[in-house]
């Protein structure tokens, strides 16, 4: 396996661990689904199986991983950008 390989594979197995964990973590309660941590675990699960799935060429992956990193950014920007109470920054008012 050369450097590259194992590159991808790690970038993907990562991205698994965390898609899981964000998947565990809201279904057990430990977070709430659209905790900063739970989006930015979905999301950034998401690239790397979609980055190992793109380099194998399977293409359902990376069409469902894409889907889920849209859902996830657009719930990161309606949950801190423009939920009642936070400014124009995405900080809350006092």
């Excluded at 973590?25 to 941590?37: G, V």
């Excluded at 699960?45 to 996830?72: C, D, E, F, K, T």
Aim: charged share 10%.
């Amino acid at each position: 396996m050369q450097d590259a390989d194992l590159i991808v594979e790690i970038i993907g197995w990562a991205g698994t661990v965390m898609v899981v964990a964000a998947f565990m973590a809201t279904t057990m309660e430990w977070l709430k689904p659209a905790s900063l941590l739970a989006l930015a675990l979905n999301a950034t699960g998401s690239v790397g199986i979609l980055v190992n799935s793109w380099v194998h060429r399977a293409w359902p992956s990376v069409g469902i991983n894409a889907v889920w990193i849209v859902i996830a950014l657009a719930a990161f920007v309606r949950a801190y950008c423009f939920a009642p109470g936070r400014n124009e920054h995405g900080a809350t008012h006092p």
